[in-house]
């Protein structure tokens, strides 16, 4: 069986996306369990994660690592969120803001297995409202939102470490469905030059 590491903390087995579970013998949305040389990964689809979908799609860099404190702005149920666990450890941090508050059960539940998992009930339009997160490495953001961008700017103004790296997930049809994306995705950089270096842009076709 072949485990090949592609990232700090990420896998491939046999071809498949898998972090080390943090929360041993937990799974958190039906995926697979595996064990190998007494290691416990699991299964990270990439078809219900966008963070697996771009690095099935060629990510380059991955800044969320063993010890890293992590911003995640939409957590919804903890998917994304839990890999990210797995992937930041012990020593790391996700401080997942999520408006949602049938969400944020499923949240609190995960954050009882996983000690560095902080569900924060809050809307990431308003971070003075979660100002005690103080500074953190990366923001990973995934609201869905039309002004997803300005979210993402007020987030790391306030958050965001000087040399510090946001994933942002930009989906079109949130800003407006009747631009074609590239267009939306264009006004997006034009918007985010300012404050950002654009590292890589990735499309996440098939998965999303
Ligand atoms: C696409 S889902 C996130 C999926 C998640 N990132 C994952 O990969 O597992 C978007 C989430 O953003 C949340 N959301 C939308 N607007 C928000 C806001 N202003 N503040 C915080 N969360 C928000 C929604 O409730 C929803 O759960």
């Known amino acids: 069986m072949g485990v090949v590491k592609l990232f700090e903390s990420v ?3 046999d071809g498949k996306l898998a972090t080390r579970n943090f929360a041993k013998g937990s799974r958190v949305y039906g995926e697979k369990l595996r064990i190998i040389d007494d290691v416990e990964y699991r299964e990270w689809d990439p078809y219900r994660s966008k963070l ?3 690095i099935r799609k060629g990510l380059k860099e991955l800044a969320i690592k063993d010890g890293s404190e992590v911003l995640y702005l939409g957590a ?3 998917t994304t969120p839990s890999h990210v666990s797995d992937i930041v450890g012990e020593e790391g941090t996700v401080f997942c803001v999520e408006i949602s508050a049938t969400s944020m ?9 996983r000690e560095n998992l ?3 009930l809050g809307d990431a339009r308003k971070p003075d409202d979660y100002e005690e997160v103080g500074e953190v490495d990366v923001i990973y953001q995934d609201v869905a939102q039309p002004d997803q961008d300005d979210i993402l700017i007020m987030n ?5 470490k000087k040399d510090g790296v946001a994933y942002f997930c930009v989906k079109s049809q949130s800003i407006d469905v009747l631009k074609a994306p590239e267009k939306v995705f264009e ?3 034009k918007k985010l030059e ?3 270096e654009i590292l890589q842009e990735i499309a996440l076709e098939p998965y999303d």
Do not use: C, D, M, R
Not at 105 to 113: C, D, F, Y
Not at 156 to 160: D, H, N, T
């Open 105 to 113: 059960n499923q949240l609190l539940a995960l954050s009882e297995k």
């Open 156 to 160: 790391s103004e306030k958050f965001l």
């Open 187 to 189: 006004e997006v950089k």
């Open 76 to 78: 919804s149920t903890g």
């Open 194 to 196: 300012p404050y950002f």
């Open 52 to 54: 697996a979908g771009a």
């Open 11 to 13: 896998f491939s087995l």
């Open 118 to 120: 902080i569900p924060i």
